[in-house]
């Protein structure tokens, strides 16, 4: 079982920055691809980025040259740099663990609550 609590999201002007974290719990942690998606108000839940456990790293095209994801193995935290922030990457960012994880919310099976992002122009 794994446990994933996000933060960092907030109210940000168009061209700022966030760093988001994603707090896991478990021993199995490193074994996990990690994703992040996001979910704007009225829109279906879409694929961000993604590092599996050897780090390396995928972005959907919207947010490549903006957005970074890393992670710490030791610190069981996984991490989205968000840069250039524009008012359409306002949405809730959900990380998610998996095993088999990929751009498919469906290849996660464990969720975080979700943390609010939102970017005023």
């Known amino acids: 079982q794994v446990q994933l609590v996000e933060s960092g999201g907030g109210l940000v002007q168009a061209g700022g920055s966030l760093r988001l974290s994603c707090a896991a719990s478990?021993?199995?942690?490193?074994?996990?691809?990690m994703g992040w998606f996001r979910q704007a108000p009225g829109k279906e839940r879409e694929f961000v980025a993604r590092i599996r456990s050897g780090g390396s790293t995928i972005y959907t095209d919207s947010v490549k040259g903006r957005f970074t994801v890393s992670r710490d193995n030791a610190r069981n935290t996984v991490y989205l740099q968000i840069n250039s922030l524009k008012p359409e990457d306002t949405a809730v960012y959900y990380c998610?663990?998996?095993?088999?994880?990929?751009?498919?919310?469906?290849?996660?099976?464990?969720w975080g609550q979700g943390t609010q992002v939102t970017v005023s122009s």
């Open positions: 478990g021993r199995t942690f490193n074994s996990y691809t």
């Open positions: 998610a663990a998996g095993q088999r994880g990929s751009d498919y919310a469906e290849t996660y099976n464990y």
